[in-house]
């Protein structure tokens, strides 16, 4: 009995950790590597709007898929919010 009630409450928990791998709308896999290369010339930060259009540009993102991907590394813990403003990758070649 306790297999099957613990089997019911698994079986969501790891659905829903199989969704954080997946890439946000409309953006791919290789998005995700054209992202983070674009962002780490620029120093691994994005803070002013010149940043994100380099990282736009360099990466052939929409500024809506550049958006989507910060926001989930950053609810992945692979970027930090900075307090002057702005977002920080802290993965892949812009790990400390």
């Excluded at 736009?56 to 307090?83: H, K, N, S, W, Y």
């Amino acid at each position: 009995m306790k297999t099957v009630r613990y089997g019911l409450f698994l079986s969501p928990v790891l659905a829903l950790a199989g969704c954080m791998d997946m890439p946000p709308s409309g953006t791919g896999i290789e998005d995700l590597a054209a992202y983070d290369a674009a962002v780490a010339t620029v120093g691994c930060q994005l803070v002013t709007e010149a940043d994100y259009g380099a990282v736009q540009f360099q990466a052939g993102l929409t500024r809506e898929q550049t958006i989507a991907i910060t926001e989930q590394r950053l609810a992945r813990d692979e970027a930090v919010r900075l307090d002057s403003g702005g977002v920080r990758l802290i993965s892949g070649s812009c790990a400390a």
